[in-house]
């Protein structure tokens, strides 16, 4: 009776084990977000300035960008996807994400300026989604 306890309380801390330290390694190893991204109606393509540069970013349930990916001179509709190979903070990742793009004319990252066109996805997304769609607009 003894040893069937034992074992049992060893398989549950290796199931824990597993699950506190596989889950997150799991989740970065297999981590995808796609879909496409559109300009609005009043958009078209002759509103983009040379050599424009979109970031998708990926942000955790707390806000913190976990992961970035950048185009530049992108044709729209675009079809994206964010891998495991963009992540900048894979430590961080969480299994909804919310995502967020910017393309600007200026080339500088986190400082929006007039012209510049923003869109997002609404609310938290699962991180295995490929479905997703992202509407630009000025602001």
Request: hydrophobic share 45%; charged share 20%.
């Amino acid at each position: 009776m003894f040893k069937k306890t034992l074992w049992l309380i060893a398989a549950c801390a290796c199931g824990l084990a597993l699950w506190r330290f596989g889950y997150p390694a799991t989740l970065r190893y297999f981590f995808k977000v796609g879909g496409t991204i559109t300009m609005g109606p009043e958009l078209n393509a002759s509103y983009l300035p040379a050599n424009s540069m979109l970031l998708i970013v990926a942000k955790n349930d707390g806000g913190v960008p976990v992961a970035v990916k950048k185009i530049i001179n992108p044709v729209f509709p675009l079809k994206f996807e964010i891998t495991s190979a963009n992540l900048i903070m894979p430590d961080l990742l969480t299994r909804k994400v919310l995502l967020e793009a910017f393309l600007n004319g200026h080339g500088r990252v986190g400082v929006f300026k007039k012209g510049d066109l923003k869109g997002e996805c609404e609310g938290p997304v699962e991180v295995f989604r490929k479905d997703l769609a992202i509407n630009l607009y000025a602001p």
